[in-house]
């Protein structure tokens, strides 16, 4: 049993509890600092970085949860217009900028010779005939590429990657048959829109298809 030094100065201290009106004014305090932070916060660190500190649900607007939701309903007017008026500003550069290939894709459509044209110049009744060789042109460049890329079996080809086995080489015939199915038989507007993008191809100098989920339809 060890002996206490009743010498030593009293060591105890007194401790302060706060009030309730103190507690609550504090509370107000910090509710107050926190309504004045902004969603997300960015703090400089001494080595350069910085900590993003944000609180997800303060950042999610709510009643928008999906991926596919309208912005021009979720932002603020502030934000909307600035950006509408960027939009229209890069539409109208890229519409100006595109405009001399516009003019000579035109007068190429102009030249196939397949509108009938009724000229006054020199005279009345004089001949609008075009010479076909541009629409012949087109026309069998859109046959062979046709030929090549769409042939009667269907597009698709694979290839099995790594060790070919009969149980991969299999599984490669019945994706190839899937896939030739659903674009040759189930997608009735695949090969119609290809023919005639094989055809503004060769005018044009390059085309785009776009494939995209049809909601309506529940396909490709």
């Known amino acids: 049993m060890a002996d206490i030094d009743k010498g030593l100065p009293?060591?105890?201290?007194?401790?302060?509890?706060?009030?309730?009106?103190?507690?609550?004014?504090?509370?107000?305090?910090?509710?107050?600092?926190e309504s004045q932070k902004g969603p997300v916060?960015?703090?400089?660190?001494?080595?350069?970085?910085?900590?993003?500190?944000?609180?997800?649900?303060?950042?999610?607007?709510s009643g928008t949860q999906n991926h596919f939701d309208n912005l021009a309903d979720i932002l603020p007017e502030e934000n909307i217009e600035p950006i509408g008026n960027e939009m229209v500003q890069n539409y109208m550069d890229y519409k100006s900028s595109r405009k001399e290939w516009e003019s000579a894709y035109t007068t190429g459509l102009d030249l196939l010779g397949f509108k009938y044209e009724n000229r006054t110049e020199p005279f009345q009744g004089a001949s609008g005939a075009t010479h076909p060789v541009l629409a012949e042109?087109?026309?069998q460049f859109q046959a062979q590429a046709y030929?090549?890329?769409?042939?009667?079996?269907?597009p698709v080809r694979t290839q099995v990657i790594g060790v070919k086995n009969p149980q991969t080489e299999m599984q490669?015939?019945?994706?190839k048959d899937y896939m030739n199915y659903l674009i040759?038989?189930?997608?009735?507007?695949?090969?119609?829109?290809?023919?005639?993008?094989?055809?503004h191809l060769p005018l044009a100098g390059s085309t785009f298809k776009k494939v995209y989920y049809d909601v309506p339809l529940g396909r490709l």
């Not at 009293?10 to 600092?33: F, G, H, L, W």
């Not at 490669?172 to 994706?175: K, Q």
Request: without cysteine; charged residues 35%; aromatic residues 6%.
């Open 147 to 154: 030929k090549e890329l769409l042939p009667a079996d269907g």
């Open 10 to 33: 009293n060591t105890r201290t007194k401790i302060d509890i706060p009030s309730d009106e103190e507690m609550q004014e504090e509370v107000s305090v910090q509710e107050i600092e």
């Open 184 to 199: 040759m038989d189930t997608m009735k507007e695949y090969e119609s829109e290809f023919d005639s993008m094989l055809f």
């Open 172 to 175: 490669a015939t019945r994706v």
């Open 41 to 61: 916060e960015v703090l400089p660190e001494e080595d350069g970085g910085a900590t993003i500190d944000f609180d997800p649900s303060a950042v999610n607007v």
């Open 137 to 139: 042109a087109v026309t």
